[in-house]
C-alpha cells in the first residue's frame, strides 16, 4: 500500500525558514510526479508545487503565491520529497500535505502543520 | 493562471435527495479537471479525474460532467457521509495547477 508521510512542521518566526520532509513507502518519489498542496486555517486547498518525473524531465513548478521562496526537490536515495521554505510569512501557516499524481493528486499525506507567529 | 470559481459555497440537500455542484474555469481546460472530497479531520479524497472518470472505489452515486470552462459533480442520492467539502481542480496543459475555492455540502 502507498504511504506517504510527512514531517517537519513546527512554529517558526516571521522570515524564519523550515523545511519539510515526505518520505514515501511502496512507491517511488522518482518515478512519479510529486506534489505540495497546503490548506490555511478556514480556508480551501491551494496547491502549491510539483516536482516532474526524472524522465521527464525532473522539472519544477510552482504557485505564484510562493515562486521564489519556496523550492521543492527530492533524494531519491532517501524516497524522500522536500519543500525548503524561506521568507515565511504569517499567510503561509497551514497544514501542507505532500501528494503523487501527474495532475490530480491521486495519493495524500496526513499532512503536517506550519505554524508562522512572533 | 487559470482561475477556478465553484458554486454555490454551500449547499444543504435532504437526505436521498440530488446535490448539484459547480465549477468554472476562466479559460479552457479541456477535461483536465478533478474532483476531490474533504471530510473534517481527514485527508482530501479523489473522487473524479478527466472530468468524469471516477477514481477506484467512488461510488456510481457520483457523476462528473463537462469540458472546457463549464463543470459539473453530482450525487445523485446524498447519504450523511457525502458531508464533506468538494474542490474541483484542473491541470490543463503546464502547472501551475489551481483548486475551487470548494463547496460545503449539508445534509437538510
Known amino acids: 500500500e502507498v504511504q506517504l508521510v510527512e514531517s517537519g512542521g513546527a512554529l517558526v518566526q516571521p522570515g524564519g525558514s523550515l523545511r519539510l520532509s515526505c518520505v514515501a513507502s511502496?512507491?517511488?518519489?522518482?518515478?512519479?510526479?510529486m506534489t505540495w498542496v497546503r490548506q490555511a486555517p478556514g480556508k480551501g486547498l491551494e496547491w502549491l508545487s510539483i516536482?516532474?518525473?526524472?524522465?521527464?524531465?525532473?522539472?519544477?513548478y510552482y504557485a505564484d503565491s510562493v515562486v521564489g521562496r519556496f523550492t521543492i526537490s527530492r533524494d531519491s536515495s532517501q524516497n524522500t520529497l522536500y519543500l525548503q521554505m524561506n521568507s515565511l510569512r504569517a499567510d503561509d501557516t497551514a497544514v501542507y500535505y505532500c501528494?503523487?499524481?501527474?495532475?490530480?493528486?491521486?495519493?495524500w499525506g496526513q499532512g503536517t502543520l506550519v505554524t508562522v507567529s512572533s | 493562471d487559470i482561475m477556478m470559481t465553484q458554486s454555490p459555497a454551500s449547499l444543504s440537500v435532504s437526505p436521498g435527495e440530488r446535490a448539484t455542484l459547480s465549477c468554472r474555469a476562466s479559460q479552457s481546460v479541456s477535461s483536465k479537471l478533478g474532483w476531490y472530497q474533504h471530510k473534517p479531520g481527514q485527508v482530501p479524497r479523489l473522487l473524479i479525474y478527466g472530468a468524469s472518470i471516477r477514481a477506484t472505489g467512488v461510488p456510481a452515486r457520483f457523476t462528473g460532467n463537462g469540458s472546457g470552462t463549464e463543470f459539473t459533480l453530482t450525487i445523485s442520492s446524498l447519504r450523511s457521509e457525502d458531508v464533506a467539502v468538494y474542490y474541483c481542480q484542473q491541470y490543463n496543459n503546464r502547472p501551475p495547477w489551481t483548486f475551487g475555492q470548494g463547496t460545503k455540502v449539508e445534509i437538510k
Open positions: 511502496e512507491f517511488s518519489v522518482s518515478d512519479n510526479f
Open positions: 501528494g503523487s499524481g501527474p495532475g490530480t493528486v491521486d495519493y
Open positions: 516536482i516532474y518525473t526524472d524522465v521527464t524531465g525532473g522539472r519544477t
